[in-house]
């Protein structure tokens, strides 16, 4: 019988480090991801560069459903990346979680 390891992730930080209502962009593989902690304390992950203009994203004002843009206040939804706004593209979202304090991200 052989076993299949699960991929384990990326631990990029400490949750600690990431309060409620905050964001921050990770480099992570040579990639930035912006990580979003939520009022209600959980994880959100998304590209960190808007595909519009290159505004950073996790400088941006956030809700329970999508991250704006800070330079052209486009919308990305944390569900599927996708912009609210037809003539730009979507970013790409990350799955990504809490373990044991730590904040674990698979690209």
Known sequence: M???SADPGVVIGLV???HIGESRA???HGRQIAVFRLTDGTLRATDAVCPHRGGPLAD???DLS???CPLHQ???GFADG???SEDVGGVGVHRVEERGGEIVLWL
């Open 2 to 4: 052989t076993s299949v």
């Open 16 to 18: 600690e480090d990431l």
């Open 26 to 28: 990770y480099a992570v």
């Open 60 to 62: 941006g004002q956030f």
């Open 66 to 68: 999508k991250v704006v």
């Open 74 to 76: 486009y919308a990305f």
């Open 82 to 84: 996708g912009c609210t």
